[in-house]
């Protein structure tokens, strides 16, 4: 199972009615939002709001599940690739430590490529997985590597000489190491990834050993491989668990260390959950984490809450693996209003979804959802960052005890306030009256996409008797999002939601409708480099789902693409018959998820999903290129300061947001690695 990090692009266009949040300074124009831009990417900063009014004992509270949560970033770098850790430090330690100029152009292309590491959590790029190629040469490298103290420089890979004789290739040679994540079919899908959750085996052995201890007719099954990377050893694939004492173990120790100090703080209810998860890390079992996770969903009534684990499995092509994530939030009261409305009719939207009956939920249990504000982003989340959450990802805790929704609202009005202005709608929006929905209401609807998509969408549909969760193997995650996407759009533009109160009118849905049509179809083609096809999941769900709506709906003109001097335009006609496709289009994947049928997954994906049309996307990067505006975005945190008596006791817990980029990442850099360079 899949969950469930939603991303989304609309906050591009979204950008003229989101109620901003309230900082430090009393006016949000004023507040530094983008403040470094590199390549494609943009750093932004985020508020937390009402930080300041939060009693004492929550602000203990965040303070220490952040820490937590920040001293597991090392292990996300070792899991997105085994060398990462060491390129990194080997970059810092240049960085630090480089007496010679800093204005050349390969300086600052060497500087460009660092930022790009940080962002990415190694030298793949977070969102396509396409390895880095820097833009200075391999003799300057080699020039500043030598240029440093010995000491200054990782030393687990030996001399400086043997540093380089190992990093560079592994730097400079395009063809080594080429992605991240492979998912063509008919390759072998570990041997032709760089990700580190599997060494030395083939895909068939990987398989075949999960197979091996997996119990198909296990109603409660145990996430296997979850938190463990599978290693072949002499000649039999075995599991490094990570847990204290195993491997990322110094990591793991440290982040115990805080979850103690949280647990010492926490009240009655929150105690015992964050006990749990201790428990889970001291020991590696699995049986604690879903005992953890039972704990953690059926507590909806604490203001502040986390993520802290080895969670989504989208960084493995076979779906097994978690990558390592901490999130630190508390609820946000005026707009978890919204999503309690949602909830509270989570039935009434299942028995009505347009699936098959069979593949329905007789009986929603446990659904609950509110609107947060991010308090620290870790691991998988930053800098790059989820705007809603829908866990736990294991199908039959979800049956019986349900799911917890999030939809992250400082993190959506950072995005919106720092697209003000871009020129996006201007350039690709064609219709006026789109244009204007989208200003009036586009905010408003992505939020409550968001709402839908993690609150209703992951949680809907049950699985047929027999049926695993894990059949559709490298497309399960697409599979999944595209089945949460169409659960929400579906039902955004069903009467209930204006008979709810939760939206004025349908303008809402239809601005919702163009957007992401808008998207799927030509907008996202921004974040792919030429000669590229789509491989990140989500970009593959919204693609998949506006080509075959597209088609499906040529005959009558549905979506239609218009060309006005030169430019192409995407437009959508007809939107009630529009939501008529989402329908069907749910119904078939609803079909394939429950029944585990891999072939027409496989085969939708492949069809609808993956393949760029290259005439368009040049035309897509040429505009977009034109507005000067970097496809990505991604975060950096607040600094929180612990205010003590002379006792050494917390009084007080101060915010500030005054760390640039730079500083942020060599501060993370200094004090929260705690891992071995290879591990």
């Excluded at 508390?330 to 028995?351: C, G, L, P, V």
């Excluded at 792919?528 to 499906?552: F, Q, S, T, V």
């Excluded at 609808?608 to 000067?628: C, D, F, K, M, S």
Aim: negative net charge; contains cysteine.
């Amino acid at each position: 199972m899949k969950n469930l990090l939603y991303f989304t692009l609309m906050s591009i266009f979204a950008v003229a009615t989101f109620t901003s949040c309230s900082s430090d300074k009393s006016n949000a124009e004023e507040f530094d939002w983008v403040i470094d831009t590199f390549d494609d990417v943009k750093i932004i900063r985020y508020q937390v709001p009402g930080f300041a009014e939060l009693p004492l004992q929550q602000k203990q509270l965040i303070y220490y599940l952040s820490e937590a949560a920040l001293c597991g970033r090392d292990i996300m770098f070792d899991q997105n690739f085994k060398y990462n850790l060491a390129i990194r430090r080997t970059l810092e330690g240049v960085y630090n430590n480089h007496k010679g100029e800093r204005e050349s152009a390969e300086w600052l292309a060497f500087e460009k490529y660092l930022k790009k590491v940080w962002f990415a959590n190694g030298i793949h790029h977070h969102y396509s997985g396409d390895k880095f190629i820097p833009e200075f040469s391999q003799d300057y490298f080699t020039k500043l590597v030598k240029g440093v103290p010995a000491d200054k420089l990782p030393t687990e890979l030996g001399s400086v000489e043997e540093l380089l004789a190992t990093l560079t290739p592994i730097i400079f040679d395009p063809t080594l190491y080429a992605v991240k994540i492979n998912q063509k079919e008919g390759e072998d899908l570990l041997q032709t990834s760089a990700m580190n959750y599997y060494e030395g085996l083939t895909q068939a052995e990987a398989e075949a050993f999960y197979n091996g201890i997996t119990d198909a007719n296990d109603p409660t099954p145990i996430s296997y491989g979850l938190n463990s990377k599978l290693v072949k050893e002499n000649g039999k694939a075995v599991e490094k668990v990570y847990k204290v004492g195993g491997m990322y173990g110094p990591a793991i120790e440290q982040i115990v260390f805080w979850l103690e100090k949280a647990a010492g703080v926490a009240d009655a209810t929150q105690r015992p959950i964050i006990e749990k998860l201790i428990e889970y890390y001291r020991t590696g079992d699995l049986e604690a984490f879903d005992a953890f996770n039972i704990l953690w969903v059926q507590d909806t009534e604490s203001n502040i809450d986390f993520v802290n684990g080895f969670t989504e499995n989208y960084g493995d092509p076979l779906g097994r693996k978690g990558a390592w994530e901490g999130i630190v939030n508390y609820r946000d009261e005026k707009a978890t209003e919204r999503t309690r409305i949602i909830s509270a009719n989570a039935q009434w939207f299942e028995d009505h979804s347009p699936i098959d009956p069979k593949f329905r939920k007789p009986e929603v249990k446990g659904i609950s959802a509110k609107v947060i504000n991010n308090a620290i982003l870790a691991g998988d989340a930053y800098p790059a960052t989820p705007i809603g959450i829908n866990l736990p990802n294991a199908d039959w805790i979800r049956r019986d005890y349900g799911s917890k929704s999030v939809t992250i609202q400082n993190i959506t009005n950072a995005y919106a306030e720092a697209a003000k202005g871009n020129g996006s709608n201007e350039e690709f929006v064609l219709r006026e009256e789109d244009r204007e929905r989208m200003a009036q209401w586009g905010a408003l609807a992505d939020n409550l996409h968001t709402d839908l998509h993690e609150c209703l969408g992951h949680g809907s549909g049950q699985l047929a008797p027999g049926v695993k969760g894990d059949e559709l193997k490298q497309y399960s995650s697409t599979l999944e999002e595209a089945r949460a996407d169409l659960f929400s759009l579906y039902f955004m533009a069903d009467p209930k939601m204006i008979e709810l109160g939760i939206v004025p009118n349908e303008d809402v849905y239809k601005a919702l409708y163009s957007s992401n049509i808008l998207n799927g179809l030509m907008t996202q083609l921004s974040r792919i480099e030429p000669g590229k096809n789509i491989e990140e999941a989500h970009m593959r769900d919204r693609k998949l789902i506006a080509e075959w709506c597209y088609e499906h709906g040529k005959a009558d003109n549905v979506i239609e693409y218009v060309k006005k001097d030169g430019k192409t335009y995407v437009v959508v006609n007809d939107f009630e018959a529009l939501r008529g496709l989402f329908g069907e289009l749910l119904r078939e994947v609803q079909r394939i998820k429950s029944e585990g049928d891999f072939e027409a997954g496989k085969a939708l994906v492949e069809r609808y999903g993956v393949v760029v049309e290259p005439e368009l996307h040049a035309e897509v990067l040429e505009r977009y290129n034109a507005l000067g505006i970097q496809p990505y975005g991604g975060f950096i945190n607040p600094t929180y300061t612990p205010v003590t008596d002379k006792d050494g006791n917390i009084t007080d817990v101060e915010v500030s947001y005054t760390q640039s980029y730079w500083e942020q990442m060599l501060d993370y850099s200094q004090n929260y690695s705690f891992l071995p360079t290879l591990n």
